[in-house]
């Protein structure tokens, strides 16, 4: 079986991850001997969050149902896999830097590379196809390819600019208020534009759509 590139660079990613970890166990201060029996698997636990993530990544193509395979967007696909895999070792990077006392702005870096992130997936959900793991899943989206497609290109804005406030938040030094003013927004017009689109594009069944309500005479 060929096992693909993007696969080897995401196993190489959590790999390093480990590797890192174990280099650095005994360095890392909240494993004194006082603590060792408490927090053994501290160093660890973003490690195998990684593992977990690139096996669920490596397992959804496998178990999409037919007509919602990941196989059609799949350079998108693997560019999310490779992109949040990423983000899990920067964190843990700076979470293991901050343990070794190295000063580094653990909150500020975190937050910029969500906003990389983001800024990411958002320039590729455009790109996404029908699916139940990837994109904007409405019973509307997923009801209409249409509706879906034009969905995750307006979501996939709204995530750009998400991303963009947290980068440029995260520069800027202030605090985390605009990252929640900014989901909601992400998230609801999306929601909301699903509903709306799926009723002028679709109709009902039930004969409620205004295109077949028969109209009184005058």
Do not use: C
């Amino acid at each position: 079986m060929k096992i693909r590139r993007t696969n080897l660079l995401s196993l190489g990613l959590v790999a390093l991850s480990l590797v890192m970890g174990a280099a650095l166990y005994a360095r890392l201060p909240q494993l004194s001997p006082a603590h060792f029996t408490s927090r053994p698997w501290e160093p660890f636990i973003l490690p195998l969050v990684m593992l977990g993530v690139l096996l669920l990544f490596l397992a959804i193509p496998r178990i999409s149902p037919r007509g919602y395979r990941v196989e059609r967007f799949q350079n998108a696909f693997e560019i999310t896999q490779v992109a949040l895999l990423s983000l899990l070792l920067l964190v843990n990077l700076l979470i293991v830097l901050a343990g070794l006392g190295v000063p580094v702005p653990v909150r500020q870096a975190a937050r910029a590379g969500t906003g990389l992130l983001f800024v990411v997936l958002g320039n590729f959900m455009g790109k996404f196809t029908k699916n139940f793991f990837l994109g904007i899943r409405t019973p509307w989206t997923l009801a209409s390819d249409e509706v879906w497609l034009r969905t995750n290109r307006l979501g996939g804005k709204l995530v750009v600019l998400t991303g963009l406030v947290l980068l440029a938040s995260s520069f800027l030094g202030a605090g985390a208020i605009w990252f929640l003013l900014t989901i909601p927004v992400a998230v609801g017009i999306p929601i909301v534009y699903s509903y709306i689109l799926y009723r002028r594009i679709e109709g009902f069944k039930d004969g409620t759509n205004d295109q077949d309500t028969p109209r009184s005479s005058p």
